[in-house]
């Protein structure tokens, strides 16, 4: 499968095949929501807590005799019945993470992709690079492209201090090196660019 490359002033300078094995793969629905799910869960800090009445600082006496006032029968106000005592079955801070099968992970990431490129949401830009990081020039990239007011996950091959600094200013805009792409940031995007050299790493990582 061919298709056009431009560079970031929006013109044509040749094409490019893309590898139908990544490109051009269908994928279940379910499959792909089963990842986003996973990716999610990994995300989450799991650090909600609470106190249990063990835990919770107070007295343990006994707030009023076992028998004789017709009141409740009470231990210490550390119960979790009282104001300020503690919670019964609360949260405590936790892992989310699971395991999730690299075949099923690789599936999804080729499927979304295959998806971005037919609903014409994905081009293949040409390598740049910026001489200092400026968030001017990053607007001015976007403006020739015409995403300045769209989602843009862009994706570079390497890490790049001008390209990171100079786009990390604009909260529509993610930049993600190819070790580090993924399907939630690329169904969450209404525009994937990838540069060349990124795109041969992607298929170094995902061709086989």
Not at 9 to 31: A, C, P, R
């Amino acid at each position: 499968m061919e298709t056009k490359v431009v560079n970031i002033k929006n013109e044509d300078v040749g094409t490019v095949q893309l590898n139908d094995n990544i490109f051009n793969t269908e994928v279940k629905e379910h499959t792909v929501w089963e990842v986003i799910k996973w990716q999610l869960a990994a995300r989450r800090a799991g650090t909600a807590s609470t106190k249990t009445r063990a835990e919770v600082r107070g007295s343990r006496r006994k707030i009023l005799p076992q028998k004789g006032t017709g009141n409740a029968r009470h231990g210490d106000r550390k119960a979790n019945l009282m104001v300020g005592g503690g919670v019964a079955h609360g949260p405590h801070p936790r892992d989310y993470y699971y395991a999730l099968p690299k075949k099923v992970r690789k599936k999804a990431l080729k499927g979304v992709l295959s998806i971005k490129l037919k609903d014409g949401e994905l081009a293949i830009i040409e390598d740049f690079t910026f001489d200092a990081p400026k968030t001017k020039n990053a607007i001015e990239v976007l403006k020739n492209l015409g995403l300045e007011n769209a989602k843009v996950l862009l994706v570079i091959p390497e890490k790049d201090e001008n390209i990171i600094k100079s786009f990390r200013n604009l909260p529509k805009v993610k930049v993600l090196v190819v070790e580090g792409l993924n399907t939630y940031d690329l169904l969450n995007a209404d525009k994937v660019l990838i540069t060349k050299g990124a795109l041969e790493k992607i298929n170094e990582r995902l061709g086989q």
